[in-house]
Structures are given as structure tokens and as C-alpha cells.
């Protein structure tokens, strides 16, 4: 696989792959290096890519790989993400009143989000915010089909109770 070749199949999952790292270890430079050494990785091994079915997916698993790695190296704690959504996610054409819910909203789904268990937490992040498959991300977690539907089950279930006990106070 030559430089063109790499950048036309491979380099169009660099941003999933950030996001995805970044959902793990919740800083920005320890995603944008873990992205780097998957890259890196990958252009090592190229030679040998041709072989896997499914690239995407063999992306995001080695990007899981090295953000669990990195966790364990560095052994912080994550942060929190309270402070990381700005407003400008959002439309300025939304009502103040909407901006700060939203944003509200937003921060507590992540805060419950990264409580959650490992896999729930993974496959959550990656059929409801990144879109894949229910099939691609038994691919990248290597795991049974039926085990993802019950992780995002549970996961998405988890969030619920945890929003509507957090709505339901003081009614």
C-alpha cells in the first residue's frame, strides 16, 4: 500500500478515531497521540492490511486498544466534561433558555455516560453518537452481536433512570 493508497482509505477514519479515543480518555493530546500511534501502527503494518475485512472497524479497535493502554500507563482519573462543551455546539438560533438546557442536558448524559460500565460506555458511544452498526461495533469491541444490543440496552436504560431521577426532583 502506497502513501495515496494509505491516506484515501485509512486517513479518512482519523477523526472517528479521535472522537472515539477522546471518549475514553476525556483529553484532547492523549487522543490526538493515541490517533498518531494507531496511524503509525497502521503505516507499519500496511502491507498487511489488505487481508482485513472490515478496516473501519480494525481502526477503531486498535484506537480502543491503545486509549485503554494509555489509561492504564498514565492512571488519572477522567475529567469531567462539565467544563469541555462550549456553546458554540450549539445553534445560535436557539433561545438562550434552549442553549442552557441543552447544554445542561448534554453534560449530564456524558457525566452518567462515562459512569457506566466499559462496555456499555463503548458500545453506547459508538452506535449513538458516532452511528455505527450494531454489527460493526461487535467487529471493533470483538464481541457477540447480541452482547452489544444488551450493552447499549442497558447502558441507554441506565441513562434514562438516571435522568428522570435527576427531572423528577422535587415532584
Given amino acids: 500500500m502506497q502513501q495515496q493508497e494509505f491516506s484515501e482509505t485509512i486517513m479518512v477514519f482519523r477523526h472517528k478515531m479521535y472522537r472515539f479515543a477522546l471518549g475514553y480518555l476525556k483529553d ?3 487522543a490526538k497521540d493515541v490517533v498518531q500511534d494507531v496511524m503509525i501502527k497502521l503505516w507499519e503494518t500496511r502491507s498487511e492490511l489488505k487481508e482485513k475485512l472490515n478496516l473501519e472497524a480494525w481502526c477503531m479497535s486498535l484506537t480502543r486498544n491503545k486509549a485503554l ?3 492504564k500507563q498514565v492512571g488519572r482519573k477522567r475529567k469531567s466534561d462539565l467544563d469541555e462543551v462550549s456553546p458554540e455546539v ?3 438560533s436557539f433561545s438562550p433558555l434552549r442553549v ?3 447544554l445542561e442536558s448534554h453534560a449530564h448524559i456524558t457525566r452518567f455516560a462515562a459512569a457506566l460500565p466499559e462496555k456499555q460506555q463503548a458500545t453506547f458511544q459508538l452506535r ?3 452511528g ?6 461487535g467487529e471493533m469491541l470483538n464481541i457477540d452481536i447480541n452482547q452489544v444490543k444488551v450493552n447499549i440496552f442497558r447502558a441507554r436504560k441506565a441513562i ?3 435522568l428522570e431521577k435527576l427531572y423528577s426532583y422535587g415532584q
Avoid: A
Avoid at 455505527?132 to 461495533?137: G, R
Fill in 128 to 130: 449513538d453518537m458516532e
Fill in 100 to 102: 442552557v438546557s441543552d
Fill in 90 to 92: 450549539f445553534s445560535h
Fill in 28 to 30: 484532547e493530546e492523549d
Fill in 160 to 162: 434514562r433512570e438516571n
Fill in 69 to 71: 493502554d494509555r489509561i
Fill in 132 to 137: 455505527y452498526s450494531y454489527l460493526e461495533i
